[in-house]
């Protein structure tokens, strides 16, 4: 292996890197030196420039002394806007709803999309919002969401940018694939890509992992990433200049997102909140979802592998599970609070999750590991719930509004996603009179597509649908 005094001699301009690297143990970094090519090597210590050694393993310390609920104290179930039911809920959701067509009439909503993923666990190596997911036409995830965001400007006669956070490993070919679409008809210039912070994923003893011998395994340093690369990247300062006052976030693999809905707009304004959060119901104590509880005092979302076996079981008097707000990653954040976020050095502290991360060994073979191997820090956005003074927690129907592609096959799965899309148009046509059959599970016989820009809900489609249409099996409209 290259000697460090070699390296810096060789590379002047890279020694301050060079040097952090091996009083930082990780000279391991070049044990291929002499194997590389020149362009290799360049790309190696422009990879190792970029990073800050010793905050990698101050993460690696403290997450190692971390204990299991170490920060949790007693949970609270929060108060939550219901799925409105009586004649005053109902009241209210429509007062919610007219604040918020206001708000988008004006030109105050941005959305934001999480999309830096690479969507390896559905068997892909490119991103997820490429995925083509739609039940007939076989469009993706990305288009389905443009031609929603069109919708929404189309109904309220407004013009929405939209803010798309990628990473640095999918960036490139996140862009050529809207490019490549043509925007899926959005204005060019209302489409804006950014890249979220990347961190090295390291070994259980802290050592950083190799893809190659010139090559560092780095991965996106989570959705609290989000918050750090607005500032950052300057997207705030852009939103701001456009007159943006609050933003839409979600992220990209909920194939059922309502994008801008002007319900959750509503009540975020009027409730003065500087962030707010959607949730569903929790299928089982153990569905794997984070729960949004009041702990410490403040608003927290605790990560399913956090809570404890009696939490996760506890009922209420009427039966129902005491903590059953599944969060789903669906938020109205507005600027203002943004600013406040800034001004707390530490208001994202890094998480560390067990992977399983291929990797180079001593001989410079890939090992494809069975068993958790390596640690990736990420941030996550909640964690600067902490912070806010009003929020609304609004509870939304699942079928209706939460289906993401995460896995290959079985739960939520393209195959699901699909359904549970098919299922949701069944639904509408059925409340408009068109007689849609379902199997016994209750999924739509048959498969159906509606564009959003035909109907963007039910409301609209009821009033847009020929009454007498028959079903056969098949409808793309």
């Known amino acids: 292996m290259i000697s460090r005094e070699t390296l810096e001699k060789e590379y002047p301009n890279y020694k301050r890197c060079i040097e952090s690297a091996f009083e930082s143990c990780q000279s391991h970094l070049f044990r291929w030196w002499d194997e590389i090519t020149d362009?290799?090597?360049k790309r190696l210590l422009e990879q190792t420039a970029a990073i800050d050694f010793q905050f990698v393993q101050k993460l690696f310390n403290d997450n190692r002394r971390k204990t299991k609920n170490s920060l949790l104290g007693d949970l609270v179930p929060p108060q939550i806007t219901p799925i409105p039911?009586?004649?005053?809920?109902?009241?209210?959701?429509?007062?919610?709803?007219?604040?918020g067509e206001a708000s988008l009439r004006r030109g105050e909503i941005a959305v934001l999309t999480v999309a830096g993923g690479h969507g390896t666990r559905l068997g892909s190596n490119g991103p997820k919002g490429t995925l083509p997911i739609a039940p007939i036409s076989g469009k993706s995830i990305f288009q389905l969401h443009a031609e929603k965001i069109r919708a929404v400007q189309q109904k309220y006669h407004t013009y929405i940018p939209w803010y798309i956070m990628t990473s640095e490993t999918n960036d490139r070919v996140t862009q050529d694939f809207f490019q490549s679409h043509r925007f899926f008809g959005l204005d060019t210039e209302q489409v804006c890509f950014f890249t979220q912070g990347m961190l090295p994923a390291v070994d259980?003893?802290?050592k950083l992992l190799m893809n190659s011998k010139s090559d560092i395994v780095m991965s996106p340093n989570g959705h609290g990433g989000t918050i750090i690369a607005l500032k950052e990247k300057g997207i705030l300062e852009d939103m701001e200049?456009?007159?943006?006052?609050h933003i839409f976030y979600h992220q990209v693999d909920n194939v059922l997102i309502k994008i801008a809905d002007p319900v959750f707009v509503g009540h975020h304004l009027?409730?003065?909140a500087e962030m707010s959060l959607k949730i569903v119901k929790k299928r089982h104590p153990e569905e794997k979802v984070g729960v949004v509880v009041h702990s410490n005092g403040h608003l927290q979302v605790i990560e399913y592998s956090e809570l404890s076996h009696e939490d996760m079981h506890a009922?209420?008097?009427?039966?129902?599970?005491k903590y059953d707000a599944g969060n789903i990653a669906v938020h109205m954040i507005s600027i203002d609070f943004l600013e406040k976020i800034y001004q707390h050095g530490d208001a994202l502290p890094f998480h560390a999750a067990l992977k399983k991360v291929p990797y180079l060994d001593d001989k410079g073979e890939t090992i494809n590991p069975e068993e958790n191997n390596a640690i990736k820090f990420e941030s996550f956005i909640f964690d600067v719930l902490k912070y806010i003074e009003k929020g609304v927690i609004m509870e939304v129907l699942r079928d209706d509004e939460f289906s993401p592609v995460k896995n290959m096959e079985g739960e939520n799965s393209p195959t699901t996603a699909r359904q549970d899309m098919i299922n949701l148009f069944g639904r509408w046509l059925r409340n408009a009179g068109i007689s849609v059959p379902a199997d016994a599970q209750g999924n739509v016989i048959g498969l159906i597509e509606i564009n959003p820009c035909f109907a963007l809900d039910e409301e609209e489609l009821r009033n847009k649908i020929d009454k007498h249409l028959?079903?056969?099996?098949?409808?793309?409209?």
């Not at 009922?315 to 599970?321: F, K, Q, S, T, V």
């Open 85 to 99: 039911k009586t004649a005053r809920e109902l009241e209210l959701a429509q007062g919610a709803r007219q604040i």
């Open 470 to 477: 028959q079903f056969n099996g098949n409808l793309i409209v």
């Open 270 to 272: 009027k409730n003065d």
């Open 204 to 206: 259980l003893r802290g």
């Open 315 to 321: 009922r209420n008097e009427d039966g129902a599970l």
């Open 39 to 41: 362009a290799e090597k």
């Open 241 to 245: 200049e456009r007159g943006i006052k």
